[in-house]
């Protein structure tokens, strides 16, 4: 494995230890909400806040699922092509993929900018300034698309160099023997 593959997986390792920890706080929060409501009482906005975590943390485990592979292809006809040709399919893969995390990334800071420009706060009792689970929500994509594109910069320059076993180990699919 080379070094940029390796730190983007160790990097994004972290990351799903960080996204996992929240899933975590969260579901504490919710079962103490759950045990608060039985004795007469709540803490109010597990709904608000549970749905802010879902968004943030998803946008930041598609990374976590990217550098290991686990990202759904269908691939029916990459299975039958011989290395070369399942190399270029998962640059295509790869190079899409980027496309459509830059793409998501960039619009995304609209909606952050557009938040934080009229000072937006959610229409709930906690009155959540929203900028900032946008702002988190925002931070998760755009290091998806800074992963992709890396990811996409080196399988693109292993299949230059006709390094078919270097762009299977980065960015094909996971559990075909």
């Not at 992963?147 to 078919?164: G, N, P």
Request: hydrophobic residues 55%.
């Amino acid at each position: 494995m080379t070094p940029l593959i390796a730190f983007l997986r160790k990097t994004n390792d972290r990351v799903a230890i960080g996204v996992g920890l929240a899933l975590l706080a969260c579901v504490v929060f919710t079962l103490v909400e759950i045990v608060s409501r039985r004795l007469g009482a709540s803490l109010g906005g597990v709904d608000e806040i549970s749905g802010y975590v879902m968004a943030v943390t998803t946008s930041w485990g598609v990374s976590y699922a990217l550098t290991e592979r686990a990202h759904v292809r269908i691939d029916l006809l990459r299975q039958r092509l011989v290395s070369a040709g399942r190399a270029l399919l998962d640059a295509v893969a790869m190079l899409c993929l980027a496309a459509t995390a830059v793409v998501v990334a960039w619009r995304g800071w609209s909606v952050v900018a557009k938040t934080l420009s009229t000072g937006a706060r959610a229409n709930t009792p906690l009155e959540t300034p929203l900028w900032i689970p946008q702002l988190l929500w925002w931070a998760g994509w755009l290091w998806f698309a800074v992963t992709a594109c890396l990811m996409m910069a080196f399988v693109l320059m292993k299949l230059v160099q006709a390094d078919f076993d270097a762009v299977e180990d980065a960015a094909g699919a996971r559990g075909e023997a």
